[in-house]
């Protein structure tokens, strides 16, 4: 087979760099090594234009290459023969006016590279090199090494010189997940810092470990920067952009990064165990978070994502197609990815199918809207480096638990990163939650007491803002005098039998009624409430859980479990004493969701931008342009809500919405996108009023008004 060429100067007049933004639904296959022998290429074809995909990712090479390279020790697939599978893929996207990246992975080479090339290999602690873990007689390389920064530069520039595409995607590309001693990483790293490798990871006393998760972030930034720019010697509008995890983002350098990546693919391909089913909105809302003007992409597998790696499975279709709206629905396109071009179960295609439909249905009318939130969940990634893996999931199920919370009272939200914190980035939100956030540095605390004073509100829960930015205790909280309360002892637990008792009348009492008191922590703090200050809620003194006989409390109320306060600037303060949001993750009592809840409604003034009334597990969304507002509800609800994949979700009763609109706003109009019909509006105290009879997975209303 004859392989079409294209001259530089021609791709130039065909292209434009700004592809990034109109490059949103994406089609992504993932070679084995015998696909060449019997790739149907009319199937993927059909497939993408069903699809309605305007992109698609197509293996090419690194580890194996599907086209015919002429490098030296690029393998070739033994079943490519005279066929381009990847050069067929990228000839009937263009046909169908798709932009084309191509997939290369660098993280392992074959026996004759590696007797050939030691150099390129990673190796361990002892110098000996790396096996592949899962296939023997393959050999892990190191991302420090010219085979890095020199081989695959050769292949980027071989591909982009060769075909007619848009970038290059690199998958598995920063190394295999342990430290690589290779001479060329202990060189540099020595070099560089004057420390010899760390031999323990994530161990967070050891010089040595601290100066290399910086260094590697930086090495692997100009990393990046190498392959983008060789990429755009060759082809201007080209990119290299390297896959990223739903976290990752955070272990490059940030500046190298704008520089560099214009557009971002989140590798969260699904979701395991007890993931919650918001969890693929969340990593939208997340990547967001760090780069607010570039496109996010959320990668879904047609299969499911367990540890137990049946990468050639296929998930429940309900799980799939549920798992993509609710990313995009949070501002991250779709984008699917099938392992093997081999179709050995077919029941994936119509969900992904059905899914990106819809985005392909909604996405015009929304083009333009930018996702907003009056609630603001401060993410705590940057404190990642203080703890290990296993503290650091323990560490998340504070915002796991009022994610959950707040997802079930249906109050849209954004997530803040912490490493951009600023008066500017807070400025657009009237509330912001410190689920447990431990680690703020004076500078921190300080954009947040400017934020507050400018008329913000503060709920705040557990060790919030007692450490500073380099993980050193404080002797009271950071925070202390906006929260109005005082430490006078650490945390105490894991506690049992803890109960936290109504005091007086106040909001946050809400749905409570005739309860005295209602379950408290795990894990306590004491604390005093200052002078001007409301206490709702007190501990009731330990007592025994057995024997039953002796499960009464002895004493009255006494330390404050919850305290809030109206501050001069209109804004207002709540603090938990309590592990309020871990709790709440492990044991989904309902009292604690209300009190969170009633916490952040209290903080808004019972004001709330939207309101959404009715049953059922939903997923909001609000994009908002001038004259227009649109509110997206993803239908959550299903038997499996909490454990598991989606079999079935249960079509979603009627929905009351209540949508606040500007003074003066009139001729207010409604439409449903998905149910493509219009619908009645009601306007009431400056609210829009509508009413949705049954949401199937999605349905997304937009208010306008002149």
């Not at 199937?43 to 993408?48: I, K, P, Q």
Request: hydrophobic share 40%; aromatic share 10%; net charge negative.
């Amino acid at each position: 087979m004859s392989i079409e060429r294209f001259s530089p100067r021609d791709q130039r007049t065909r292209r434009s760099g700004d592809w990034p933004l109109r490059a949103n639904r994406w089609v992504q296959l993932t070679f084995a090594e015998n696909d060449p022998a019997h790739f149907d290429g009319d199937f993927w074809s059909g497939l993408m234009r069903d699809c309605r995909a305007n992109a698609v990712c197509i293996s090419a090479g690194g580890y194996i290459a599907y086209y015919p390279t002429r490098i030296p020790f690029h393998y070739r697939s033994r079943y490519l023969g005279d066929t381009d599978p990847f050069g067929t893929v990228v000839k009937s996207a263009r046909a169908l006016d798709m932009h084309v990246m191509a997939r290369v992975d660098p993280h392992a080479v074959h026996a004759d590279a590696a007797a050939a090339h030691q150099e390129w290999l990673a190796l361990d602690e002892n110098g000996a090199p790396l096996e592949h873990w899962s296939y023997p007689g393959i050999w892990l390389t190191c991302p420090f090494s010219p085979y890095h920064r020199e081989f695959i530069t050769d292949v980027a520039r071989e591909i982009v010189r060769d075909y007619d595409i848009d970038a290059i995607f690199a998958n598995r590309w920063q190394g295999h997940g342990g430290i690589s001693y290779s001479d060329h990483a202990r060189r540099g790293f020595r070099d560089d810092t004057g420390f010899d490798l760390p031999i323990r990871q994530d161990d967070p006393d050891d010089p040595a470990w601290q100066a290399f998760v910086p260094w590697r972030r930086r090495k692997l930034s100009e990393l990046v920067g190498i392959w983008d720019d060789a990429v755009r010697d060759i082809r201007p509008h080209a990119r290299f952009i390297p896959n990223v995890g739903s976290l990752a983002l955070r272990d490059m350098d940030r500046d190298l990064i704008a520089r560099h990546y214009p557009i971002f693919f989140i590798d969260k391909q699904g979701r395991s165990g007890i993931e919650a089913p918001w969890s693929a909105g969340r990593t939208g809302k997340r990547s967001r978070s760090l780069f607010r003007d570039r496109p996010v992409g959320l990668i879904t597998s047609v299969g499911p994502e367990l540890h137990h790696r049946w990468k050639d499975a296929v998930a429940p279709p309900e799980e799939t197609k549920t798992w993509i709206v609710d990313g995009f629905a949070q501002g991250a396109f779709p984008w699917f990815t099938k392992f093997n071009a081999t179709i050995s179960d077919d029941r994936w295609i119509a969900p992904v199918v059905a899914a990106f439909d819809l985005h392909a249905r909604i996405e015009p009318a929304l083009a333009g809207m930018a996702i907003t939130a009056e609630v603001a969940l401060l993410d705590p990634t940057q404190s990642e480096r203080f703890v290990s893996p296993n503290a650091s999931r323990e560490r998340f199920s504070h915002e796991d638990g009022f994610y959950q919370a707040l997802v079930e009272a249906r109050i849209p939200f954004e997530l803040v990163a912490d490493e951009l914190l600023s008066t500017e980035e807070l400025a657009p939100f009237r509330v912001l939650i410190l689920a447990n956030a431990e680690y703020l540095s004076d500078d921190q605390c300080a954009v947040i007491r400017a934020w507050v004073e400018s008329g913000g509100s503060l709920v705040a829960a557990y060790q919030s803002s007692l450490l500073d930015g380099a993980g050193a205790s404080r002797s009271n909280f950071g925070l202390a005098d906006v929260l109005g309360v005082d430490l006078i002892a650490p945390s105490r637990g894991p506690v049992r039998n803890n109960y936290i008792a109504r005091m007086g009348q106040h909001r946050l009492h809400t749905g409570l009624a005739g309860a005295k008191r209602i379950i408290g922590g795990t894990h306590l703090m004491r604390v005093s409430a200052r002078e001007g200050t409301q206490v709702p809620f007190r501990f009731i003194p330990d007592f025994p859980d057995l024997p039953m006989e002796e499960v009464y409390p002895r004493d009255a109320p006494t330390d404050p479990a919850v305290v809030t306060r109206e501050l001069p600037s209109g804004g207002r303060a709540i603090y938990v004493g309590f592990n309020l949001g871990s709790i709440f993750w492990e044991t989904l009592q309902a009292d604690h969701g209300l009190l969170i809840a009633n916490a952040l409604l209290w903080g808004l003034r019972d004001a709330p931008m939207v309101r959404i009334e009715g049953p059922g597990l939903v997923d909001v969304a609000i994009r908002k342009r001038d004259g227009a507002i649109a509110i997206s509800l993803v239908n959550l609800t299903n038997p499996m809500a909490m454990r598991g994949a989606i079999r079935e979700s249960l079509p979603l009763p009627r929905q009351r919405i209540e949508a606040r609109l500007p003074a003066g706003a009139g001729n207010v109009t409604a439409r449903l996108l998905v149910a493509e019909r219009d619908v009645e509006v009601t306007v009431r105290d400056g609210m829009a009023v509508i009413e949705v009879e049954g949401i199937d997975l999605l349905e997304v209303v937009l208010v306008s008004w002149r």
